[in-house]
């Protein structure tokens, strides 16, 4: 179970970046609405990882987190705000997969 909330304490990293490119480009009382967003998102990503962590290794749980949190926010850049998605940004977002995989795999 704690290994599911870990993967969603990722994603809520992802959710906080998000926002913040988002306010970057709001404009007026939206903007509020998206440091509303990733105040929210940092708040239930910091304790979900503080759950997750009472049972998985720290290093192990923090490495995933941030790579979850790492890949997640690349793909938003390319898909949400037309950042280049060139040969070499996804090689390495692969290798990134491979690592967060091999992470999980060999951890007791």
């Not at 990293?13 to 990733?38: D, H, Q, R």
């Not at 503080?50 to 898909?79: C, E, N, S």
């Amino acid at each position: 179970m704690n290994w599911v909330l870990l993967v969603i304490a990722g994603l809520f990293e992802v959710g906080f970046a998000t926002c913040l490119g988002k306010a970057k480009e709001a404009a007026g009382v939206s903007v509020y609405y998206w440091y509303a967003g990733f105040l929210l998102s940092l708040t239930i990503s910091m304790i979900l990882l503080v759950k997750a962590t009472q049972t998985l290794p720290m290093g192990t749980a923090y490495a995933i987190w941030t790579g979850i949190g790492a890949l997640g926010t690349v793909m938003v850049g390319i898909l949400v705000f037309k950042e280049p998605a060139s040969f070499w940004r996804v090689f390495f977002l692969l290798t990134l997969i491979a690592s967060i995989v091999g992470l999980k795999a060999v951890s007791h």
